[in-house]
Nanobody, 127 residues
Framework: QVQLVESGGGSAQAGGSLRLSCAAFGYTDSRRCMGWFRQAPGKQREWVSSIRTDGRTYYADSVKGRFTISQDNTKIALYLQMNSLEPEDAAMYYC?????????????????????WGQGTQVTVSS
């Protein structure tokens, strides 16, 4: 049974930083995309960033230049370094994972592109 567990959420002031982590248990896809989504109250869940097994990264325009996604393939862990936080970044952040068929397949940005999901970690940003 695959389990994704996020951690690292919390509170920060605008302009501050937080680092999210996602640990994968029972997940064995050797060719994959892993990503972060977020959902603010009253809004739809939106894609934030993804990373492919080979390290290729993708970012939503709203976080480009401020957030950095990374991974540890030895233990299948995912990270999101969030700098220059803005109040608009406040949301529940979810880790997601998906198997890809081809090694250079572009990572998806839709929820239905990802099969496995974590329970989320809350990020609060005060102005």
């Amino acid at each position: 049974q695959v389990q994704l567990v996020e951690s690292g959420g919390g509170s920060a002031q605008a302009g501050g930083s937080l680092r999210l982590s996602c640990a994968a248990f029972g997940y064995t896809d050797s060719r994959r995309c892993m990503g972060w989504f977020r959902q603010a109250p009253g809004k739809q869940r939106e894609w934030v960033s993804s990373i492919r097994t080979d390290g290729r990264t993708y970012y939503a325009d709203s976080v480009k230049g401020r957030f950095t996604i990374s991974q540890d393939n030895t233990k299948i862990a995912l990270y999101l370094q969030m700098n220059s936080l803005e109040p608009e970044d406040a949301a529940m952040y979810y880790c997601a994972a998906a198997r890809i068929s081809l090694p250079y397949q572009v990572c998806g940005t839709r929820e239905d592109n990802y099969r496995y999901w974590g329970q989320g970690t809350q990020v609060t940003v005060s102005s």
